[in-house]
């Protein structure tokens, strides 16, 4: 019995003596486009707002906000920021990793964007290129402007010379 008292003793003073334990708070959220920032008054926007989906391939550019975090923990703060593409449901973490932004992130950065001008696409860093456009095959003759309304004028030309030649032959006096 002695025993169990003294470690209970010693467990209450180690937990005692251990520092409590400091929740890191979001205390500031923001979505800004090149002209102004909306402040995300919401705590459990704000909450929401940090939660990124898996990581995916660059989306395309596309007009997009930098959501800007501030979080304490403590007495110190540290922020980050990321670019969010609602179009393409996608965004940017500060590292350069692309993750799907879940739907109610995009309907949060969309509501908190609310007229805001985005950023233009021609500024996201690190969204993929677009895609090369396809020559026209020159065996296909798509480059042909008469091809293929040509080549059918052409054959009704063709068929219509015959039954002309045809007719005439049939009607010809007789020479005698």
């Avoid at 923990?73 to 590292?95: C, I, N």
């Avoid at 350069?96 to 233009?120: H, I, S």
């Avoid at 296909?140 to 080549?151: F, I, K, M, R, T």
Wanted: glycine share 8%; charged share 20%.
């Amino acid at each position: 019995m002695r025993r169990m008292l003294v470690l209970a003793a010693a467990t209450a003073a180690t937990l005692a003596a251990a520092p409590a334990a400091s929740a890191k708070e979001i205390t500031k959220a923001q979505v800004c486009g090149p002209d102004s920032c909306a402040t995300v008054d919401d705590q459990q926007a704000r909450a929401a707002l940090v939660n990124g989906g898996p990581p995916r391939k660059p989306p395309g550019a596309a007009p997009f906000y930098d959501v800007r975090i501030t979080m304490a923990e403590g007495d110190q703060t540290h922020g980050f920021a990321f670019a969010a593409v609602p179009s393409k449901g996608a965004l940017r973490a500060g590292d350069g990793t692309w993750l799907v932004m879940p739907p109610e992130v995009v309907a949060l950065v969309r509501r908190f964007a609310g007229d805001q001008k985005p950023y233009p696409a021609a500024e996201l860093t690190g969204a993929a290129p677009p895609p090369e456009p396809r020559p026209a095959s020159a065996a296909s003759g798509a480059d042909s402007p008469l091809w293929p309304e040509g080549a059918i004028i052409a054959l009704i030309a063709i068929v219509a010379a015959a039954g002309v030649v045809r007719f005439s032959n049939r009607y010809r006096p007789a020479s005698g």
